[in-house]
């Protein structure tokens, strides 16, 4: 099927996989918006420059426009190839970035508008962390009350809001 859009794809987090929540919540989203989606599955890859390959290589096949949608990990990873290639946006939840071990991976300036959100209870990766890197990219924030995972009801709700004016804010490209 051909979107008039173009595809947003969807990375997962480390403990997550493609068919997660908030995956399984936007979808409709995305689809209602207009675009095909698409979700990668990097289940067994614990490597993040195997995840940043694999997405890569998947951007690299597309001939429409790409928006990257990613939580934890998966955003990490949607940022890096965001940094490497001109894709036409990124959504990135709960971003592991700026995490002892993972250095090597942080991306630098990303070559498209970023929408990032956070929890600010979150366990795994600090909100500083998130809110840094919009600093960096000079994207857009939102902090949410919940933690990593921003499973709860309020914070699921917030995301479908945000990710709605996301793909809003990208009827025109």
Not at 15 to 43: F, N
Not at 82 to 100: C, D, K, Q, S
Request: charged content about 20%.
């Amino acid at each position: 099927m051909d979107s008039k859009r173009g595809i947003v794809c969807f990375s997962h987090g480390q403990e997550s996989g493609p068919d997660g929540t908030k995956i399984r919540m936007l979808t409709p989203l995305a689809e209602q918006a207009g675009w095909r989606v698409e979700s990668l599955d990097y289940r067994g890859i614990d490597d993040p420059a195997e995840r940043i390959d694999k997405l890569f290589a998947w951007c690299m096949q597309q001939t429409t426009p790409v928006l990257l949608v990613g939580s934890s990990m998966g955003a990490a990873v949607s940022a890096a190839v965001a940094h490497r290639i001109a894709v036409t946006g990124v959504f990135l939840i709960a971003t592991a970035i700026y995490v002892p071990g993972y250095e090597a991976f942080n991306p630098l300036p990303l070559r498209c508008q970023a929408t990032l959100v956070h929890g600010w209870r979150d366990e795994v990766v600090p909100y500083r962390n998130g809110l840094r890197f919009a600093l960096e990219c000079q994207g857009r924030f939102t902090l949410l009350a919940g933690d990593h995972g921003l499973g709860d009801a309020e914070s699921l709700e917030r995301l479908q809001v945000l990710f709605q004016q996301f793909l809003v804010s990208h009827e025109k490209d």
